[in-house]
């Protein structure tokens, strides 16, 4: 009985992994279209949530994402509020997907879809395949649990204890919702703390309102996940987390303060009775009784969103002012969150941006560094922010090496991987285009302090030389914005034409040096800075084959 309980507990876990990593893939361009979708508007919000967890079939990966793009700056605290609410909702799915009475096949869908995942070769199909032994599992992993308990329903000792969790009375009510929420934080999973409750309830171990009871409680044990996913975020992440923990407890205390009336409302609404057995191979099940829990499950999180949904920016207001923000709170450079890596389609999503603004930074230091040679006397707040500027490359991509190599490590389809090889390479560029930009201005100042410059029409060639460069950087970071990968052919051609251009110039500067007594220190720093740009140059064209290569 013990192993056959946790033999299909832990079956119909592994098949919610599978069914919400299959979803995820199928779906991905979907899920990026929906959290770009959401917007202060609360009601926007509640659906995008709602679809979101739909798709990953879990409202804990939902809520878990939803803090860390808070956490990341991606999202408002009001955006965050609505998506939560829509998760709760749309995590009633799951419920309803367990009261179909498909049990006995679910065996035949894992065999099956094992199969094609196996041995297709089609990608999407294999994760189509995916989903389907996802479902498979969870059914075989709850018909093992229904089988257990019909072991405990014929053993008097079970039975017995069993009658001590009875919601029959206020005290008991809150005991079975103590036991739900204790076994949701346990398992990390309300839909397979439900799955363990429609076992029981269907095998006639405990009645409905007992079941209905566990349910409300395991509303509760499921904002531990978001909880635990807020420690060391910013104070708005938390927010959020409070946000989830208040919104099922809340809706939880004003449910129960109805309970004995809200149980019997249930089975009137869709219309079952939950008493009734139906005997099958000379066993007696409770069909009735599963479709009134999902129902249960449903009612609640939806009455508790209708009831939170006109306040959402009430109680935005409120957290706002409760938690209030840490004075000395360090953010990272930049907004990627290791909490995302659950929903690897979005986590590819957040590196991309960051990756882009890398790119941008770089953008903003050519120009910078074509004012510093353009003046006399640089101006030395603008050096210092160019300075700062290539500190902050490092260590952007010190942080997006890191997240990226944690998101190759799982199982993830060809085109997350290539986008997550091509975005290491892009940002490896964009860093050491950025160390080459400073070595140019460390170049200039050298010279400035040892009281040297160079004529204008050295000068003039340089920044005619930075200005091609500072074209060809721009185009490629465009077109990285726009996923415009076609850019390989124009950004070689332009890159010949800034190498004959550096060519040209060196051979001239040669010529020059034969005729005319020129300053050592003035023409190791002509020199350097022509090959430094040239390195720039190199470094451009490789980041448009690395774009290339993403296809």
């Known amino acids: 009985m013990t192993t056959t309980l946790i033999g299909g507990l832990g079956i119909f876990l592994l098949g919610m992994k599978y ?22 508007n609360r009601l926007l919000a509640t659906v995008v949530g709602f679809l979101v967890t739909v798709l990953v079939q879990s ?5 878990v994402m939803t803090v860390g793009f808070v956490n990341g700056g991606l999202m408002s605290l009001t955006q965050a509020i609505g998506v939560i609410m829509g998760a709760n909702v749309g995590t009633t799915v799951t419920g309803w997907i367990l009261v179909l009475k498909i049990g006995k096949y679910g065996l035949p869908m894992l065999g099956i879809a094992a199969f094609v995942y196996l041995f297709s070769k089609n990608e999407r199909l294999r994760y189509v395949a995916l989903a389907i032994m996802g479902v498979g599992m969870v059914f075989f992993g709850l018909q093992l649990m229904k089988e257990s308990c019909k072991f405990i329903h014929e053993m008097p000792e079970f039975r017995q204890w069993f009658l001590h969790f009875q919601a ?33 309830a269907s095998s006639g171990l405990i009645p409905f309102e007992t079941a209905a009871a566990l349910v409300l409680g395991e509303n509760i044990g499921t904002t531990v996940t978001a909880l635990l996913a807020s420690i060391g975020t910013t104070t708005n992440a938390r927010r959020a987390a409070y946000f989830h923990f208040l919104f099922n ?19 009137w609404l869709i219309d079952v009775d939950v008493t009734k057995e139906v005997v099958v191979n000379g066993e007696v ?18 009455l508790n969103t209708l009831v939170f949904l006109p ?41 991309r941006g960051e990756v882009l603004k890398m790119g941008r930074l770089c953008d903003e230091m050519v120009q910078m560094l074509k004012r510093i040679l353009s003046q006399d ?30 998101l190759l490590a799982m199982d993830l389809s060809q085109e997350v991987i290539a986008q997550g090889r091509c975005q290491l390479r892009m940002a490896d560029e964009y860093e050491s285009i950025s160390d080459y930009l400073q070595r140019i201005a460390k170049f200039r100042l050298k010279l400035k302090k040892q009281g040297r410059s160079f004529d204008e029409s050295h000068n003039d060639s340089l920044l005619e030389v930075l200005t091609m460069v500072e074209h060809q950087l721009h185009q490629v970071t465009e077109a990285y914005q726009h996923e415009n990968r076609d850019i390989v052919d124009s950004t070689v051609h ?58």
Request: hydrophobic share 40%.
């Open 285 to 302: 099940t409770f069909p009735e009784t599963v479709k009134a829990i999902a129902a249960t499950h449903s009612v609640f999180n939806i």
């Open 19 to 40: 069914m919400s990593q299959g979803l995820q893939s199928i779906a991905g361009a979907s899920l990026k279209r929906l959290i770009g979708a959401v917007t202060n």
């Open 59 to 63: 409202s804990s990966v939902t809520t």
């Open 168 to 200: 029959d009375t206020f005290l008991g009510v809150f005991q079975c919702m103590l036991v739900g929420c204790i076994l949701t934080v346990l398992v990390q999973s309300s839909s397979a703390t439900l799955g363990i409750t429609i076992s029981l």
């Open 249 to 267: 407890i809340g809706g939880v205390l004003w449910i129960s303060t109805i309970f004995f009336w809200y149980v019997k409302f249930i089975p």
């Open 311 to 351: 306040f959402a920016g009430n109680i935005a207001t409120l957290l706002t002012k409760v938690v209030r923000d840490k004075p000395q709170e360090i953010s990272h450079l930049t907004s990627l969150d290791i909490r995302i890596l659950e929903t690897p389609v979005l986590a590819i999503e957040q590196s």
């Open 377 to 406: 006397t640089p101006d030395p707040l603008e050096v210092e922010v160019l300075f700062q500027h290539e500190e902050e490359l490092d260590r952007m991509q010190d942080e997006i090496t890191s997240y990226i190599t944690h």
């Open 494 to 551: 332009s890159g010949n034409e800034i190498k004959n251009k550096v060519k040209s110039l060196s051979k001239e500067h040669l010529d020059y040096l034969s005729e005319e007594k020129v300053d050592p220190y003035i023409n190791v720093s002509y020199t350097s800075t022509l090959n430094a740009m040239r390195r720039v140059r190199d470094h451009i064209i490789n980041l448009a084959e690395a774009m290339a290569g993403e296809k």
